[in-house]
């Protein structure tokens, strides 16, 4: 059960000029301050996000040259470059780029998120949790419930329920209403057989529209140890009709709660 739970909560946002956030000056700078080559190389920047969230990476990343060509120093670009990378399962550049952006912009909390994420999907756990704690620790951090979520997800990876839990727990706090926290909240609760609350977080997450198969099927398996055999028919009508080929579904038919 991954496809749901080991969702990364990524950040891809411009930082500006860095030098704001990383707390080495006392006003951020604006659009004025910047030099020609600076704005077009943002402008080339911006395109290069747009055309990667279209889905078309080799063009995302001609703009980014075209950005580094007018600003050399634009850390957000070695970034979003190092973020393709990473999805083209580029490693060594990857890795490259994200170093590259937090030589030049080192206290940004995105870059350290970003790259603590990645540093976990390639077996650098120790590496990961130092950056995950960086930028939770970084007071201009606007969204540290991602550093915390992947921080969750990492500590699962390494079988580190308690501190995935403190890092869960802590996100949720922050902000409830994220799907991938009250699912993993869900998972770790039902693990420990505390029923009740694991039927808590994974309505939060059903309520909210997300009926993947693996979420469905906790659902299922949290009402057949509750006995509420009306609502665990009724997810499973759920997940015959929106997942009738995977995994879960099969499991569900052979009545394999305990697998």
């Known amino acids: 059960m991954t496809r749901f739970f080991a969702a990364l909560a990524l950040g891809l946002v411009l930082a500006g000029c860095a030098s704001g956030p990383s707390g080495s000056s006392e006003e951020l700078p604006t659009s004025s301050d910047q030099t020609d080559n600076q704005k077009r190389a943002r ?73 603590g994420w ?20 970084n007071r201009y951090y606007q969204s540290p419930a991602k550093a915390m ?20 727990n802590d996100a949720f706090r922050l902000d409830p209403a994220n799907p991938l926290v009250n699912g993993n909240l869900a998972k770790l609760n039902y693990d420990r057989r505390d029923y009740e609350r694991a039927r808590f977080y994974v309505k939060r997450v059903t309520s909210a529209g997300i009926m993947t198969a693996d979420i469905l099927w906790l659902a299922i398996k949290i009402e057949h140890k509750l006995g509420d055999r009306v609502a665990e028919t009724s997810l499973g009508t759920q997940l015959r009709r929106r997942h009738p080929n995977s995994v879960e579904y099969a499991a569900y038919q052979r009545g394999a709660y305990d697998e």
């Open 43 to 115: 402008i080339r920047l911006q395109l290069a996000i747009g055309y990667y969230e279209q889905r078309q990476p080799a063009v995302a990343l001609d703009e980014i040259k075209q950005a580094l060509q007018a600003d050399s120093n634009l850390a957000d670009a070695y970034s979003v470059r190092a973020l393709i990378y990473m999805e083209m399962g580029e490693t060594r550049l990857a890795d490259e780029n994200f170093q590259h952006a937090l030589r030049l912009s080192p206290n940004n909390p995105d870059f350290q998120n970003n790259y």
């Open 118 to 137: 990645f540093l976990c999907q390639n077996g650098r756990v120790d590496e990961s949790m130092a950056r995950f704690e960086a930028a939770i620790k």
């Open 149 to 168: 979520t992947n921080a969750g997800v990492c500590s699962l990876n390494r079988k580190d329920l308690a501190a995935a839990e403190r890092y869960f």
